[in-house]
Nanobody, 119 residues
């Protein structure tokens, strides 16, 4: 099992920045990808970004490309999501996730952290 705990959410004005963190614990060696998803009120959960655990650059949804950056600190088992130039439409609950395989569904999810961007 893998446990994921997100932090760093909050209220920010449009154009501002936030950095989300996700600390992984447990059987982290079994995971190959770490990702961020978000769910806005009344909408389905959507992919934001992901990264190969331990290596590689991130892959991003078009809606955040150029504004968000996913990174990781392997020594701390932590994945980050740096969010710049935030827009009101970025308001959502952000979830960290991990999956064991290079393809397929994510296996583990955090509890989420709220991000609110005011106009």
């Amino acid at each position: 099992q893998v446990q994921l705990v997100e932090s760093g959410g909050g209220l920010v004005q449009a154009g501002g920045s936030l950095r989300l963190s996700c600390v992984a614990s447990g059987s982290t060696f079994s995971t190959s990808y770490m990702g961020w998803f978000r769910q806005a009120p009344g909408k389905e959960r959507e992919f934001v970004a992901d990264i190969i655990r331990g290596a590689g650059s991130g892959y991003y949804a078009d809606s955040v490309k150029g504004r968000f950056t996913i990174s990781q600190d392997n020594a701390k088992n932590t994945v980050y999501l740096q969010m710049n130039s935030l827009k009101p439409e970025d308001t959502a609950v952000y979830y960290c996730a991990a999956r064991k395989h290079t393809v397929g569904a994510y296996d583990y999810w955090g509890q989420g952290t709220h991000v609110t961007v005011s106009s």
